[in-house]
């Protein structure tokens, strides 16, 4: 059903950059569009679970990804204050694959912008579109440049703020915000600092993760409050080292040995599961453009990942465009679900006070349901 039909995948990020790969191994004719002019990605690192990797490794990219990023046998948590409690509870999935991982973003990009230019993938940036309008046999897009075109299947990846899904999707809604905000900092890693590391305890939980040989970065959740503006780069070092203040172990090393220079972002966080249907026609979503999360179960990526992986492969297998649509739907909706409902409910917790032996077994519990196939 692939081979050979016109597809456009709008949205270069991770979920549009590895339908497209996926696609056009499959002999789809695939012309990806991004809204950057320079296709670029801003980020720290991105944490890898098992299932991540294990989707990854079916997209072919793996070995590049431990090349260029970092990987584990496990993630380890400690109380806010330094105190080993455990290791998270990460279950083995497939023989040679690690359990755990992280790879600055930028580096995961390049990796996937790269396997797309070898398959020859046509990309087009600084482009979105503006209309779309089902045909019996396929989509007319009108793009943002006044271009008009015809394609058999339109894929909306274009993020959390999805004009696909606005467009075409009418019976969704916006993600709503959870309540709490996610501090990032990328920096050199701390010395004695080999795996993923997770602190509990505290109002404000956070962690560390290798994403290169000797780069890590820090992550911590705060209660969000609204402002105004836009942090400065100088508020957002002076409020990150004051939230760290109680923190001993790793985190204090991050807290005492931060620099002005190091990269610090803050944001709102959000979430959305979009209800049924996912499809409308001949055009489809998948990633944070339906399924958008929180990154307590640092699972964002991987979901993104799964979706492209089994769109393409029911789309393979079926008679009609339409049937496999139906069929990626049915076999995404409930996995997406636990994702994004079990990182709510951690976040919920974690706003609450609730105890590190509690968040953890939620967030253990969490990751071994994930460990099924997709």
Known sequence: MISGKRILIVGGGIGGMAAAIRLAELGGQVLLIDIDPQWRVYGAGITITGPTLRAYRRLGLLDAIKEQGAIAAGSTIFRYDGLRLGQLDEPALEEGLPATGGIMRPKLHRIMQARVKALGVETR?????????????????????????????????????????????????????TGQGCWRVSMKRPPTLESGEIYLGHRYPAGINRCAADMVYLWMLTPHVSRERHFTDDELFDALRANLADFGGNVGWVRDNMTRDDWINYRPLAAALQPGPWFNGHIVLLGDAVHATTPHMASGAGMAVESALVLAEELDRAEAIPVG???????RFDRCRHVVETSIAVGKMQLAGESPEAVGSALGAGLHRLAGDY
């Open 125 to 177: 940036l600084g482009l979105s579109v503006s209309a779309l309008v089902n045909r019996d046999d396929g989509v007319d897009v009108t793009f943002t440049d006044d271009a008009q075109d015809r394609f058999d299947l339109v894929v909306g990846a274009d993020s959390i703020y999805s004009c696909v899904r606005r467009m075409a999707f009418p019976h969704m809604a916006e993600a709503q915000p």
């Open 325 to 331: 649509l139906a069929a990626y739907q049915a076999r």
